[in-house]
């Protein structure tokens, strides 16, 4: 089986930061690209970030670029997310994904897996 399971998440004032992170596991995930997504309430899930296996590949969306850092641990199968001088409108569920190869990355139709998800809230 298959598995992503997102932790970090929680309740953080603004200005503050937290690191999420990504455990992959039932399978080796060599080669996949892995990435971050973002679902407020009552608004569609949008490309956060994403990185290729080896890592030479990065793209963050312009809202998070100068404030977020994706990072990964091919020898532990993990993909983090700091995220740091957090604003109100981060506040949402974060989910991971993977995919073989390399995606259209901000697109999260071309993504195979997801995980749960993790919500971080992010006061005023």
């Known amino acids: 089986q298959v598995q992503l399971v997102e932790s970090g998440g929680g309740l953080v004032q603004a200005g503050g930061s937290l690191r999420l992170s990504c455990a992959a596991s039932?399978?080796?995930?060599?080669?996949?690209?892995l990435g971050w997504f973002r679902q407020a309430p009552g608004k569609e899930r949008e490309f956060v970030a994403a990185i290729s296996w080896s890592g030479t590949m990065i793209f963050c969306a312009p809202s998070v670029k100068s404030r977020f850092t994706i990072s990964r641990d091919n020898d532990a199968n993990t993909v983090s997310l700091q995220m740091n001088s957090l604003k109100p409108e981060d506040t949402a569920v974060y989910y991971c994904?993977?995919?073989?190869?390399?995606?259209?990355?901000?697109?999260?139709?071309?993504?195979?897996?997801w995980g749960q998800g993790t919500q971080v809230t992010v006061s005023s």
């Open positions: 994904a993977a995919r073989s190869g390399i995606p259209a990355f901000s697109e999260r139709t071309d993504y195979d897996y």
């Open positions: 039932g399978r080796s995930f060599s080669g996949y690209s």
